[in-house]
């Protein structure tokens, strides 16, 4: 089973940035598509991006525009950076090793402990 540790997540004001950070374990890295998802307080767990093993891209619609995955094959990471960010962003944020079928990303079954996220003046 993969492991995986999120880091980065803190207090920010909205408007702000952050840039949340994830190292999964192991040498399958470089073969597996990436996802982060959010979780906020009452809500279930929620995508918010995506990125295939080549670098291609997708957002949920909430995201678009503000946050941008990305990776770092040699360095074992993936990447979530977050701008002008509001409030609604609030949530403890989640990395994920999966899977693309077609232009769907498919989570596994294996999370880390999720790192923190606080937007708020």
């Known amino acids: 089973q993969v492991q995986l540790v999120e880091s980065g997540g803190g207090l920010v004001q909205p408007g702000g940035s952050l840039r949340l950070s994830c190292a999964p374990s192991g040498s399958i890295f470089s073969i597996n598509a990436m996802g982060w998802y959010r979780q906020a307080p009452g809500k279930q767990r929620e995508w918010v991006a995506s990125?295939?093993?080549?670098?291609?891209?997708n957002y949920a619609g909430s995201v678009k525009g503000r946050f941008t995955i990305s990776r770092d094959n040699a360095k074992n990471t993936v990447y979530l950076q977050m701008n002008s960010l509001k409030p609604e962003d609030t949530a403890v944020y989640y990395c994920?090793?999966?899977?693309?079928?077609?232009?769907?990303?498919?989570?596994?079954?294996?999370w880390g402990q999720g790192t923190q996220v606080t937007v708020s003046s």
């Open positions: 994920n090793s999966g899977r693309y079928s077609g232009s769907v990303y498919y989570s596994s079954d294996s």
């Open positions: 990125i295939t093993s080549g670098g291609s891209t």
